[in-house]
């Protein structure tokens, strides 16, 4: 047996109350190596009088890997108090005791001494990680407002285009699209099967992707005013759909109020600890173009990646977590939304997002919280930060099996397996599961076309723990590349190149196609691809 491949800790993902009466242990051990395991546990007050080491409660195998087995028991003690360790039987008939202090020989010398076990003081049900019910039973349809649909052409931005008028939209490019094309397709949404909508952000902003936030308590007027927007979210809740917005405190546009002021102030700005500034005169860059701004390099202030329009906040100065948790309680105490999702959220101090969990969830105790984080995230998915990330690590493999074609599907089952026992159980099962969004080519692109492998890796996905998400137009077999090509306006569509019945009038491809979509709905959740 290999007892350096033996890993468990206490008070994790390896241990922890998944709901009252059930407490979850986890033990890892090496792929083929052992076995069985068996908890061994009981009150730590009672371990001389009951000698509960005597006998052992059977662990289960849950998962492998290429490298691990997982065990694991869901039990409980009645007083609420344990201590534990456990005996782990190799396939070489080796019999070993595995403690918080080690591996030692199963045997009763050190079964009963109390301080070689594991410990649960005392189960706290309000230390434990509580998910949303309600997420687990939600399909989300990712909306970028400027993309979807134009409903109303009097707040169309100077400079709009007609819609499908270019092959590949650029960054600078605006189509029109805003929040009452999207109120004018809630009842398609509901038709599909839609129980949730992800906004991409929809304050007010210089760009059409909106994410150098001007104004973080105003609709953009692109894409109409606060009032239209109370009435897409009461419209989207009476169809029993959830309405989630997106928001980045990380950073805020040149164009804000704080970063105009040290434009103009320099060291006098009163928000020049607002940021992290290097040094003085701050460099202007507001007369580049939107290309230019993404890859602007460095400058002499700390930004989003190297997009010079998006100076980063310094989270961390108290003025700047009052201002950002009073946006994060406004939007829900005024607008009833059930979510945020948090952009580039690994880029936040822990000790920020600690606090926007207790501001928020102390309004609306059922908030999803979703942060965009693309790697494993388990210092974010305790219970205090995150309810869900993004699951982009998890849908990677489903990518490279199906799309790729990189792994067999044993080393498929070993990556996702590796994957989910990153988290606790109601963790995963909120875990926001997608394989295109606004930042990536879009699914049809990766499945070079074909639509068949599109919905054979969909009904993988959607078969897996989690909530799912559709990026908008999959519906309808949109296509795209990186971004902005990903961004194109919902009516362009491959569905639509295929048609041999083409009228050329892509503008107004909806309103002459959309009931043949509606006919068949999400029926399966995939069956219009």
Same mark, same amino acid.
């Given at each position: 047996m290999d007892t350096a491949a033996i890993y468990h800790r206490s008070e994790s993902e390896y241990a922890y109350l998944y709901e009252r009466g059930h407490y979850h242990i986890r033990i890892r051990t090496k792929t083929r190596d052992v076995d069985s395991v068996e908890l061994i546990s009981g009150d730590p007050y009672a371990l001389d009088e009951q000698k509960w080491y005597t006998s052992g409660k059977e662990m289960k195998k849950v998962a492998t890997t290429n490298m691990h087995d997982y065990w694991m028991i869901d039990t409980h003690e009645p007083t609420k108090r344990m201590a534990y360790g456990f005996r782990v039987i190799g396939k070489d008939g080796i019999e070993i005791f595995y403690s918080d202090q080690g591996v030692y020989p199963f045997e009763e010398t050190f079964l009963d001494q109390m301080n070689f076990y594991f410990r649960v003081p005392y189960i706290h049900e309000i230390d434990a990680f509580r998910a949303p019910k309600w997420v687990n039973e939600t399909i989300w349809y990712q909306i970028f407002p400027e993309r979807f649909r134009n409903g109303d052409n009097s707040n169309d931005p100077e400079g709009t285009l007609p819609w499908g008028s270019k092959e590949h939209p650029t960054r600078d490019d605006f189509y029109g699209g805003d929040l009452q094309g999207v109120l004018d397709g809630l009842d398609y949404l509901e038709d599909l099967g839609i129980n949730g909508i992800y906004f991409t952000p929809v304050f007010e902003a210089h760009s059409n #992707?909106?994410?150098?936030? &001007?104004?973080?308590? *105003?609709?953009?007027?692109?894409?109409?005013?606060?009032?239209?927007?109370?009435k897409v979210v009461e419209e989207a809740h009476k169809r029993g759909m959830r309405v989630m917005i997106d928001a980045v405190f990380n950073h805020v546009g040149i164009k804000s109020a704080q970063w105009q002021d &040290? &434009? *103009?102030?320099?060291? *006098? +700005?009163?928000?020049?600890?607002?940021?992290?500034? #290097? +040094?003085?005169?701050v460099q202007d860059v507001s007369g580049l173009s939107m290309d230019e701004l993404e890859n602007v390099g460095r400058v002499n202030y700390d930004t989003f990646a190297f997009t010079g329009h998006m100076p980063k906040l310094n989270t961390a100065n108290p003025e700047v977590q009052e201002y950002l948790l009073d946006i994060a309680t406004y939007w829900i105490k005024e607008f009833d939304i059930d979510a945020w999702r948090l952009d580039v959220a690994n880029e936040v101090d822990h000790y920020f997002w600690k606090k926007f969990f207790k501001e928020t969830t102390a309004i609306k105790e059922d908030l999803y919280i979703l942060g965009e984080i693309w790697h494993s995230s388990q210092n974010w998915l305790n219970g205090d930060e995150f309810h869900a990330v993004m699951n982009y690590a998890f849908t990677d493999n489903i990518e490279n099996y199906f799309f790729k074609k990189i792994l067999s599907p044993t080393r498929l089952v070993s990556s996702l397996n590796s994957q989910r026992m990153l988290y606790r159980r109601q963790t995963t099962e909120v875990m926001f599961n997608l394989f295109d969004s606004h930042d990536t080519p879009? &699914?049809?692109?990766?499945?070079? =076309?074909?639509?068949?492998?599109?919905? +054979?890796?969909?009904?993988?996905?959607?078969?897996?723990? @989690?909530?799912? !998400?559709?990026?908008? @137009?999959?519906?309808?077999?949109?296509?795209?590349? =990186?971004?902005?090509? !990903?961004?194109?306006?919902?009516q362009r569509s491959r569905l639509f190149l295929l048609r041999e019945d083409t009228h050329g009038d892509q503008g107004n491809y909806d309103q002459q196609n959309e009931h043949e979509i509606r006919e068949d709905g999400l029926k399966n959740r995939l069956g219009n691809i």
């Open positions: #992707h909106k994410y150098d936030t &001007i104004d973080y308590k *105003e609709i953009d007027p692109d894409f109409g005013d606060k009032a239209l927007f109370k &040290i &434009i *103009e102030n320099q060291e *006098e +700005s009163k928000y020049k600890d607002w940021f992290y500034i #290097h +040094s003085f005169p879009r &699914i049809l692109n990766k499945a070079g =076309g074909d639509k068949n492998l599109v919905k +054979s890796a969909m009904a993988f996905l959607y078969s897996q723990p @989690g909530t799912p !998400c559709m990026y908008y @137009g999959t519906e309808v077999g949109m296509d795209g590349e =990186g971004d902005p090509d !990903c961004r194109m306006q919902r």
